[in-house]
């Protein structure tokens, strides 16, 4: 059985991932630039991650997810490329550079990882505000107890039980967990922290082919940092008093499914604005084309695959703006047009299994979720008001300095072509959430479409820090550190852990398993929801089991497909907290409908000492921390 992770060991596995999705992407990479090229060995784990996953995606449709299918995902291509590699020493060549940028990534996105883990300070379980959206580890839980198509960790489903969700990130955790033997909550955080070097590496890279070429400078290196520990300011009382358009150290840790697709997105268009790729004709040269667009076109697919809010609809609509941008300037326009037509169509067929997927969200009379309506950011329900407070005043709340860099940066240096891609990808991301957004629980459209204006002004943050002089320079690099001191106050707390468990690391960890021993692998298990945000948080994650009614965002968006349905869930949900809160619940069969094997009854819940009607309830097991109930019926 298996420990509570702890810091070190997750760094550990981390580098171990890394410098083998290294070694797979490395060849891969050589295809776009030159095999001394700097962008080579920053890109060439990003390039190798997607491959990986994408192999591996394919063998477990066709022969099922399994050690062997994860051995030969990983081992084959690690030994072809090796293998390509044989008689090309670049990749171990002159690495200081590249060491030096994946630890300062690993620094800059530790505060991320580490609101992730489990402390144990004096005997005593803290976890962070974080940590609830992790609850989404069952999904690669689910993938490692019974393959593709995913069975919905969080609820009974009425027909297939099937889960349709964006669910590649967590596909590739599944990988990460098999390869290394590790839990499925060990290879989320090993994901999470692989997302942010990612993040670090491609910011670093566009403020490189901005900056005009400049590599590895310290100054550039530190701001980076800055910018992605960069929390927003207070929110003004006349605001709402919710999150809003977040910055990199609040999306990070909460959804880095979402954070990894931007960090693919923004990889893409990279590739092809500093290469040379869309300028050969694929008719003309289709051999040496094919496996280039073969990877832009994986790339995209995983990019969609983790997100539909970005690799779906933030990556067509800024790709729109770049496209259009680019082909206006193409001398060989019908070249440009021909070779994005044969990467969409490879895209097509590569994303198929993600496009079925989805089409399982979508409601009977075919609604995508989305609408068309003025993001309120004030109280004032004034829609001229939300207009210009989007525009003028919440860019400087919610990203403050980056806003104010990106807007002098391009205002600097708009002649220059490259400039006006970037400016006009961030300037998509930015403004279309002004105008659309999701309809079902919350806003997840908006809040994840502005991640690749994250990265492209996150990255102009350092530019013009380093080439600004003057009084400017000062005044910008004063505000940085401002609104870095006033994340000690506010938002870094919630990343610090602030929710306690009086039970030791040793007693989690006997709790864990004799759940997992006392259940079978594919039971379903409820657990008290009713608690403290945080509280229900903590033996879930650990749990290599099926989860019901556990979570209230994931019962809202889910219910259409469930048993239940969205109109019946505040009646479901009281009726089943009341089964711990007093031991009765309205309508007992409603926990067979909803396919709970197990409820658990822990240490802190009220019915803990009391018990429950023999005549109803089956106890299946007991000891000083857990109570397991299986109803008689």
Same mark, same amino acid.
């Given at each position: ?11 550990? @596995?981390? *580098?171990?991932?890394? !410098?083998?999705?290294?070694?797979? +992407?490395? &060849? =891969?990479? #050589?295809? $776009? ?101 992790? @609850?989404? *580890?069952?999904?690669? !839980?689910?993938?490692?107890?019974? +393959?593709? &198509? =995913?069975? #919905?960790? $969080? ?103 979402? *954070? ?374």
């Amino acid at each position: 059985m298996q420990t509570i992770p702890n810091v070190f060991f997750i760094f550990a @596995a981390t *580098v171990l991932v890394y !410098s083998v999705l290294s070694v797979i +992407g490395f &060849p =891969i990479i #050589n295809l $776009f630039y030159s095999e001394n090229s700097f962008s080579n060995k920053l890109l060439a784990p990003i390039v190798g991650y997607c491959f990986v996953s994408f192999v591996g995606l394919l063998l477990s449709l066709v022969f099922g997810f399994s050690g062997l299918t994860v051995f030969i995902s990983v081992v084959f291509p690690l030994a072809f490329m090796l293998y390509l590699s044989r008689h090309k020493g670049c990749l171990i060549k002159n690495c200081r550079e590249i060491i030096c940028i994946f630890f300062i990534g690993a620094i800059a996105s530790f505060l991320s990882v580490y609101g992730l883990l489990i402390h144990n300070v004096d005997g005593i379980q803290t976890v962070a505000i974080p940590l609830f959206d992790h @609850a989404k *580890v069952a999904i690669t !839980s689910s993938i490692l107890r019974t +393959g593709l &198509p =995913i069975l #919905n960790p $969080f609820g009974f489903t009425a027909l297939s039980n099937e889960l349709h969700y964006y669910f590649a990130w967590y596909f590739s955790s599944a990988l990460i967990a098999k390869s290394l033997s590790i839990s499925a909550y060990s290879a989320i955080l090993v994901n999470t922290w692989l997302t942010g070097i990612f993040l670090f590496s491609i910011m670093f890279l566009i403020s490189s082919s901005l900056g005009k070429g400049e590599k590895c400078n310290i100054k550039r290196l530190l701001f980076l940092v800055a910018v992605i520990n960069l929390p927003a300011f207070n929110y003004p009382v006349f605001f709402q008093d919710h999150h809003s358009l977040e910055t990199i150290i609040y999306q990070l840790p909460w959804v880095p499914q979402h *954070v990894f697709s931007g960090v693919l997105v923004l990889t893409m268009f990279y590739m092809v604005l500093t290469s040379k790729v869309m300028s050969v004709s694929f008719i003309k040269n289709w051999k040496a084309c094919a496996p280039i667009y073969f990877s832009l076109a994986i790339i995209i697919t995983w990019a969609f695959g983790s997100s539909a809010y970005v690799g779906g609809c933030a990556l067509f609509a800024c790709g729109l703006a770049y496209f259009m941008i680019r082909l206006l300037s193409a001398e060989q326009k019908l070249v440009f047009v021909v070779n994005w037509l044969v990467i969409c169509i490879f895209t097509l067929l590569f994303a198929s299994y993600f496009i079925y997927s989805y089409l399982g969200v979508l409601k009977p009379e075919g609604s995508s979720g989305l609408g068309i309506r003025v993001w309120q950011t004030l109280r004032e329900p004034s829609i001229f008001l939300n207009v210009v407070s989007y525009l003028l005043i919440a860019p400087l709340v919610y990203f403050g300095v980056q806003f104010i860099a990106f807007v002098a940066f391009f205002i600097q240096n708009k002649n220059y072509s490259i400039h006006k891609e970037w400016f006009a990808i961030a300037m998509v991301s930015w403004l279309v959430p002004l105008v659309m957004q999701s309809t079902i629980a919350t806003n997840d459209f908006g809040w994840r479409f502005v991640i690749p204006f994250l990265g492209i002004s996150g990255a102009v943050v350092s530019v013009i820090l380093i080439n600004s002089k003057g009084l400017f320079s000062t005044i910008l690099l004063i505000f940085l550190g401002f609104q870095l001191a006033q994340g000690s106050n506010y938002w870094y707390p919630h990343l610090l852990g602030d929710k306690s468990f009086p039970v030791s690391s040793d007693q989690l960890v006997k709790v864990r398993d004799a759940i997992e021993l006392q259940t079978e692998k594919d039971a379903r298990l409820l657990f008290n929801s009713d608690k403290t945000n945080g509280r229900n948080l903590l033996l879930p994650i650990l749990i290599n089991r099926n989860l019901s009614h556990y979570n209230w965002s994931y019962e809202v968006s889910l219910a259409e497909s469930t048993v239940v349905g969205r109109e019946k869930l505040p009646e479901l949900w009281k009726q089943l907290n009341g089964l711990f809160a007093t031991g009765k619940v309205g309508d007992i069969s409603m926990m067979n409908q909803l396919g709970i094997d197990y409820f658990v009854v822990l240490w802190d819940d009220p019915m803990f000492e009391k018990g429950y009607d023999e005549e109803q309830f089956i106890q299946v097991y007991r000891d000083n921390l857990l109570r397991l109930y299986q109803l008689k019926n």
